[in-house]
């Protein structure tokens, strides 16, 4: 059941825990599912816009970044494992049954409702007939 992305943008939509019939909060997304997208990260930046994935990835660190984020691991089927908020400077350790990790600035998934065994909805953009 592997999904395979593309760098570029489209929507996270995170479920509403509390409501059966809400399909919960739609946030802008940026895909990081090359090698360079995925290095480069948030690195350099002082915000964050909703979230980012990077396709595929089971860590992270906060090397060289200016803000502290929130990171979700996802499994294949994308439901959450685990949720953490680092500080920049961190290291996180490899999570073996995570495929893609999302990152937001610190206290955003919180926010959101996000947390461990929610499942959440990808939609890329298709661009030029080519999409995930």
Not at 68 to 91: E, F, H, N, Q, S
Not at 103 to 123: H, N, Q, Y
């Amino acid at each position: 059941m592997g999904r395979q992305w593309n760098d570029g943008r489209g929507k996270l939509i995170v479920p509403d825990a509390s409501s059966a019939r809400s399909r919960g909060v739609e946030l802008p997304l940026e895909i990081a599912a090359s090698y360079r997208a995925r290095r480069r990260g948030l690195l350099g930046r002082d915000s964050v816009e909703g979230a980012l994935m990077l396709s595929p990835a089971n860590s992270v660190h906060t090397i060289g970044m200016r803000i502290p984020i929130d990171v979700a691991y996802l499994d294949r089927r994308l439901r959450v494992i685990a949720v953490r908020t680092m500080k920049p400077g961190r290291l996180g350790l490899p999570r073996p049954r995570a495929r893609y990790v999302l990152e937001a600035e610190a206290g955003a998934m919180a926010g959101w409702g996000l947390g461990v065994g929610a499942r959440v909805e990808v939609l890329a953009e298709v661009v030029g007939g080519v999409g995930g």
